[in-house]
T-cell receptor, first 115, second 115 residues
């Protein structure tokens, strides 16, 4: 069974600095997708960034980028120029490339941003 | 249509009572997912529908849980004979049919407290 592990329950970053959140996963599939979701306090979860396993190039969305190491099954999220609004729970998630489609989430990392 | 909506947002019930939650997906989305999120954990998959067909159920979905999606539009999740262990946030998500860009959009969730 596929699993997703986030080893950092909490992280803190100074405003305008850079922070990296870690995620590892386990799967025997070759076709899959990886995601980072953000869940602000009392607000709904939103997609931050996605990575297709067949793509070697790391995904980037504005201040958010990933370091995808397929052989190591590692998928970290880098947030540059951190803003107060980045404070939230961040969840790493996995999805098979097949037809099922449900997401498998890690336990999350709570990110605090200090002004 | 501004996104996935869920009703109610909060539900407090006594052990042994039945509860029903509703999810309205984004109108053109034919896939609908239910997840459960307990404190300090990431969301866990419960079940999903493609149109009106329930295609997958997690082992977490005991026989006290039932989900429906009549006419392939809104969905309901019913929990019978609630137990304190059912206390959690119940999240609904919707997406287009499987594809590279079938992002799952999440609703705000229904927080259930079983006394």
């Amino acid at each position: 069974a596929q699993t997703v592990t986030q080893s950092q329950p909490e992280m803190s970053v100074q405003e305008a600095e850079t922070v990296t959140l870690s995620c590892t996963y386990d799967t025997s599939e070759s076709d899959y997708y990886l995601f980072w979701y953000k869940q602000p306090p009392s607000r709904q979860m939103i997609l931050v960034i996605r990575q297709e396993a067949y793509k070697q190039q790391n995904a980037t969305e504005n201040r958010f980028s990933v370091n995808f190491q397929k052989a190591a099954k590692s998928f970290s999220l880098k947030i540059s120029d951190s803003q107060l609004g980045d404070a939230a729970m961040y969840f790493c998630a996995y999805r098979d490339g097949g037809s099922q489609g449900n997401l498998i989430f890690g336990k999350g990392t709570k990110l605090s941003v200090k002004p | 249509d501004t996104g996935v909506s869920q009703d109610p947002r909060h539900k407090i019930t006594k052990r042994g009572q039945n509860v029903t939650f509703r999810c309205d997906p984004i109108s053109e989305h034919n896939r609908l997912y239910w997840y459960r999120q307990t404190l300090g954990q990431g969301p866990e998959f419960l079940t999903y529908f493609q149109n009106e067909a329930q295609l997958e159920k997690s082992r977490l979905l005991s026989d006290r849980f039932s989900a429906e999606r009549p006419k392939g539009s809104f969905s309901t999740l019913e929990i019978q004979r609630t137990e304190q262990g059912d206390s959690a946030m119940y999240l609904c998500a919707s997406s287009l049919t499987q594809g590279v860009h079938n992002e799952q959009f999440f609703g705000p969730g229904t927080r259930l407290t079983v006394l």
